[in-house]
């Protein structure tokens, strides 16, 4: 008798279950905050938000492992390609794509092909996308057969995984047929390969996917979800007290992560690591910023202490310009003393006299009205005040902002950025010679290092062209110490992103670290 | 009536015109650059200039200025910077959000401020006056956003009663109208009691009232007949002014209630550097603009004849 109502109860829990699920629509409902679509066609991506939709819809080569931004070679995880061979002078990069994995909306399957064609179309600079400059390493991409793709860089390169092959920034791949059928519409109703298709754009609104049946990894559990276009923080916020929305990201700022804590209790708060890279640029040829003792007493008069004090969980340590969990970077334990900068404003005054300023100076700096970047720099405004060094600032709305320090107005320039989290990334990004604003392949280094200053460029050309990884990882530290020496740029800190999840929302994984997407494949709803 | 009509025409043309290559110039005067704004930070110099050249603002200023009015001749906008949608489009998607709020906060502004400001008028010095005075006072300080933020903490979070987010798909849902329309509704009926308070006493001292009273015409007759009837002239063009500045500029209310909105809309425009989506959306707005001055003008001519006599 006891066994019978044992088992009654077990069929008659199975069959809730099974009915529930096949009654009840999962929809998972996750604030954006852009005002609208800048485009979802990965290689035209212009905000994270749109990031976002796109990590929904899509499929890379290979990722890191789930959760983290990991580029070590040794811990690469398949994707679309199931295995890969890389050729010892890291030059030429063999995939071998899983065979018969669809593309959404009847498009086939994914071939290699396709691969070549996701590239090669932003490789064109006509596209006018952004992330084409990732693909500059690459010299040929051959088709060797339908599952098979060879890309051949034109040098040696052990990094070049993180910088074109990994998710995020046009890394993906698309369907080359859809993409030709739909042309500009492909950027409001795109088709891939990943675990939610796209099923329907309402501007200003949202974007809503559903799950695809026949994802390679299994179907999502989460039927559908609606990715919500709300740019004000007060309205996100009190909707997802309310339980309007499951996932947000968050103000960073300490009183709201308390005021979530308080609200809704039983949320999780979600920060990722290093989100934002937070530094100072010294434009070099700008006196006395020349001078590098001048450099170092602002280095020795800013007390980031203070950061992690004002910031919470919303502070990382940026010791020197490579966040410590990038792959290559310099770590805190092997910075020798005079180079970590601790807090000294004594020694930044015995500086600033050996420059000949024993009373300090006055510079003008321009920097934008954004959090961020507005925050940060009076904090720094205030401390160098203390030393005698008078920071007149001039705030600029972001847009402004951005267009003068690309014409080289900047004096003191703060950046707030987020950034592929290898070593040579963050070095050739803000210091290397070729990056200097004014130079035709500039990108953002305002400091002019490489140009003036100090150089670090062969060392990190040796370290992406090394195949052993122990000197590799020598030359790395070799080029972080010199930046440390030479003062170019005075790191602040890291600045992870914020984001707020309902306590019965299960992501699957662990999110570590990336860039702020989360990516929802195995997100489901568990009963609390 | 008909010289007058086309006069005001005439005008109406000649200042979208103005306003329209006002907005032009001004906005390419601005400093900031729409394609850094559009790819973010982290182009390069080269992928900056290549986009610059593909979207056509590498183009010597007239040339751009010529091919705005050709477009504007041919009733099109273009499409936007940012995205490639049409602005037309995104417009019309906009517009009937606000169109919506304006007309429901108008409403809601006139049935508390008229009568609230005539019975203040009324028993101007007594205590409902004061009431009223130092109640629309204390509520025309209240900041847009703010009130807006209380309603959605009380009729949203907590009673439930109203959607918290959005406008709804119809611009003239109620639900995701209420909160909003009542708002700023709110806020105008607080100006408008003032005004109208005002209005009507300047006109109960005229001497043609006292002409009236002293014929002996009955209370009703000269408050409704004389009084109310000249009161609304200045009460008119405050209402015009307050639906102008409404269908420009409820940002906040936009933004605190997650609703569409030309508003938001261009301010984010304006942020990311949208030539092309501010100047349509100016195009529209001030069309718009210039046809609620010319109806307002129409409507003077009617409640008042002497304006057509000028």
């Not at chain 1, 096949?22 to 990965?42: F, H, K, W, Y």
């Not at chain 1, 052990?158 to 993409?179: D, E, Q, Y």
């Not at chain 2, 508003?263 to 529209?284: C, F, K, P």
Request: charged residues 20%.
């Amino acid at each position: 008798m006891k066994l019978w109502g044992k088992r009654l109860l077990l069929a008659a829990a199975t069959a809730m279950v099974l009915t529930g699920a096949s009654v009840a629509q999962e929809t998972m409902n996750i604030r954006l905050g852009a005002r609208d679509i800048g485009s979802i066609d990965p290689a035209l991506t212009k905000t994270g938000d749109d990031e976002t939709v796109v990590l929904q819809v899509f499929n890379s080569l290979v990722t890191p492992p789930r959760g983290t931004m990991d580029m070590n070679l040794e811990n690469l995880q398949p994707q679309l390609a199931e295995r890969w061979e890389i050729s010892e002078d890291k030059t030429e990069w063999t995939f071998y794509l899983r065979p018969g994995v669809k593309w959404h909306k009847g498009y086939g399957e994914v071939s290699a092909e396709d691969v070549k064609f996701s590239y090669e179309r932003q490789m064109d600079p006509a596209l006018g996308g952004v992330h084409g400059a990732s693909f500059k390493d690459i010299e040929s991409i051959e088709v060797i057969d339908p599952l098979t793709v060879r890309f051949t860089l034109k040098s040696p390169n052990a990094f070049f995984h993180a910088s074109a092959l990994t998710p995020g920034f046009g890394r993906f791949i698309v369907p080359k047929k859809a993409v030709e059928e739909l042309g500009d519409q492909f950027g409001f109703a795109p088709v891939g390969s990943g675990p939610f298709e796209f099923v329907e754009y309402r501007p200003q609104d949202r974007v809503i996917l559903k799950a695809f049946d026949d994802y390679f990894l299994g179907r999502p559990p989460m039927d559908e979800l609606h990715l919500r276009y709300i740019p004000d923080n007060n309205a996100a916020t009190i909707a997802f007290i309310a339980g309007e929305l499951d996932s947000s990201g968050g103000e960073r700022t300490p009183q709201w992560v308390e005021q979530i804590q308080q609200a809704a209790p039983d949320a999780n708060i979600i920060t990722m690591e290093p989100g934002s890279l937070q530094f100072l640029h010294f434009n070099m040829t700008v006196p006395p910023l020349d001078d590098v003792r001048v450099r170092q007493a602002i280095a020795y008069a800013i007390d980031r202490d203070v950061w992690e004090e004002v910031f919470g969980i919303l502070h990382g340590d940026l010791t020197a310009i490579v966040p410590e969990s990038f792959y290559g970077a310099l770590q805190t334990a092997d910075i020798p003393e005079e180079l970590r900068y601790d807090y000294n404003p004594d020694r930044a005054r015995e500086l600033l006299a050996e420059a000949g300023f024993p009373d300090g100076f006055s510079i003008d700096a321009i920097i934008s009205e954004r959090d961020d970047y507005l925050t940060n720099m009076l904090m720094v405004q205030d401390m160098l005040r203390q030393v005698g060094i008078n920071v007149n600032l001039q705030v600029q709305d972001h847009a402004t902002y951005h267009a003068n320090i690309r014409e080289d107005k900047g004096t003191i320039v703060e950046l707030s950025t987020a950034i592929a989290p290898t070593a040579p990334a963050v070095i050739n990004e803000f210091l290397s010679e070729a990056a200097a604003v004014g130079k035709p392949s500039a990108l953002r280094n305002f400091s002019h290092y490489g140009e003036i200053g100090g150089n670090v460029d062969d060392l990190v050309l040796q370290a992406v062209g090394e195949t052993d990884t122990a000197k590799q990882m020598e030359l790395l530290k070799e080029a972080q110490l010199q930046i440390l020496r030479d003062v170019p740029v005075f790191p602040l800190q890291t600045a992870p992103l914020v984001s707020v999840m309902q306590g019965d929302i299960d992501l699957g994984y662990e999110p570590i670290s990336g860039f702020g997407q989360h990516e929802f494949a195995t997100a489901r709803r568990v009963s609390e | 009536m008909l010289r007058f009509v086309l006069k005001r025409t005439a005008d109406a043309i000649l200042t979208a015109f103005l306003v329209f290559s006002f907005v032009f110039f001004a906005m390419r005067l601005l400093p900031g650059d729409p394609v850094i704004a559009m790819l973010g930070d982290r182009a390069s110099a080269e992928t900056i200039a290549n986009v610059r050249a593909s979207l056509g603002l590498d183009k010597p200023l007239p040339v751009q200025y010529g091919e705005f009015l050709w477009g504007l001749l041919n009733f099109d906008l273009g499409t936007s910077l940012i995205n490639r949608a049409s602005v037309t489009e995104t417009m019309m998607r906009n517009l009937p959000y606000t169109i919506a709020l304006t007309i429901a906060s108008t409403i809601v502004g006139i049935v508390i401020g008229v009568p609230l400001g005539v019975l203040s008028a009324m028993r101007a010095g007594r205590a409902t006056d004061h009431a009223t005075r130092l109640g629309s006072l204390f509520g025309s300080a209240l900041p847009d956003f703010y009130l807006g933020v209380l309603f959605l903490l009380l009729f949203g979070l907590t009673l439930r009663w109203f959607p918290l987010l959005g406008g709804g798909d119809n611009a003239f849902d109620l639900r995701y109208l209420a909160m909003p329309a009542f708002t700023l509704g709110l806020l105008k009926g607080f100006g408008m009691i003032r005004l109208t308070r005002t209005a009507v006493l300047d006109v109960a001292g005229r001497d043609y009232v006292r002409t009236a009273e002293a014929l002996g015409m009955s209370r009703q007759n000269v408050v409704w007949r004389h009084i109310f009837r000249n009161a609304l002239i200045p009460v008119t063009t405050h209402l015009s002014l307050s639906v102008i500045a409404t269908l420009g500029g409820t940002i906040a209310i936009e933004l605190v209630f997650n609703r569409p909105g030309v508003g938001q809309l261009l301010v984010g425009a304006v942020t990311s550097r949208d030539y092309t989506l501010i100047q349509g959306g100016i195009v529209i707005l001030s069309v718009l603009v210039v046809t609620i001055n010319f109806l307002t003008d129409l409507l003077y001519a009617v409640i008042d004849p002497r304006v057509r006599a000028a």
